[in-house]
C-alpha cells in the first residue's frame, strides 16, 4: 500500500513537471550549442540575432509550461473547493413536503465559495425545519463552526419534537467545537470553558434563526440574535420572531425555549430569510443595500420562483456593491406551493334527513 502510494505521487509529480521537459531539453541544447559549438563563438550580428532567438523561444516555453501547470493546478483547487461547497453548504432540495425552497451564498473572501453564513432545510415529522446562520467574521477561518452547526441541525431536526431541543443540541455541538479548537490552537486553555475571554476562541459565536413551518401553514421560530424574515404575499412586510435569545457561544441558552408562533404562510406566498450581510451592505457612498425594496420590486411582478428571486436579489446587491462585499450574505427563500383544497359539498345520497313525524 505504502509502495503504492509512492508511485502515485511520484507520477503525479511527474504529470506536474510534463510541460516543463520539452523547454527544458531545448534550453539545454541551446546552452551547449552556444558553449561547445565553434560556429556559435563567432563574433557578427546575425549570430547574434541567431543566439537571442533561440534563447527567447526557450524563455518563452520555460514561461508558458509554467503558467499552464499554474492553470491546472487552480481548476484543481478550484474543483476542490467547489465539491466541499456540495457537501458542506448543499444546495437545498428544490421542493419539501409541498413548499418550494431555494438558497445561495456570496462570499467575502476573494476566491472563497464557502464563508461563515450557513442554512439548511429539511422535512421531518414535524413539519419543514429551516436554519439559517452567521459565524462572527466571515471566510475560511470560521468553517469549523459552520460545520459543527449544520452537522447538529441535521440529525437533530429529525429527532428533536421541539425547536427548544434542536437549538440546544446546536449549542452543545458549537460548545465542543470551541474547546476544540481552544485546545488545538492553545494547549494551556484545554481545561477551560470555550466563552473564557483568554482565547480568542471564546469570543466566536453564531447567530442563528430556526423556523418550524407545519402542514397548516403556521411558522413557530426560535432566534439566537438573527434578522427577522419578510413575508412577501401582495406586498412585503417584516415578520417578527419574538424576543431574541443570545447567539450561540456567547452566554448559556435560557431553561426556559419556547418556540415562538411568528407569522401563518398560506398557499402561494413567501418567506425570504437573510443574514445581515444582505441588509449591512453599502456602496462607495456609504449608502445601505434597499433589501426591502428590492423585495418590493419583485413582489409586484408576478409570483417568482424562490430561485428566481435569490438571483434577483443577488444580482441588486453586487450591482449596489460593485462587488465588493464587507460580509458573507446567505439568502433563503421558501414558499408554500400546497393547494388549498374548499369544502366540498356532501352528496345528495348522503343527505341527513329530518325524521319524520311520529303517527302518535
Known sequence: MIRTRSLLSAASRLRRLGP?????LWGGVAVTWKLGCPMAQQPGLAMRIATSVVFFTVGTGLILGIRRGLSRELERMTAIAQATQRVLLRPPPAR??????AAGQLSAS??????????????TPYGVRVVIGDVQGHGLAALGAVVAVLGSFREAAHDEPELGGVLRRLDR???????ERARDEHPACAGREPREPEHPAAEEFVTVLLLEIRADGEVYALNCGHPGPYRIARAVEPVSVGDPLPPLGAFPLPADLTSYHCTRLLPGESLFLHTDGAEDARDGAGRFFGLEAVLAEAARDAPLPPAVLVRRVHTALLRHTRGRLGDDVALLVVRNDRTRVPAQPAEPGLRRTRPAPSPH
Open 173 to 179: 455541538a458549537l460548545g465542543r467545537h470551541l474547546r
Open 110 to 123: 476573494r476566491g472563497a465559495t464557502v464563508g461563515g453564513d450557513l442554512y439548511e432545510a429539511v422535512a
Open 20 to 24: 516543463l521537459v520539452l523547454p527544458t
Open 96 to 101: 419539501l413536503d409541498g413548499l418550494a425552497v
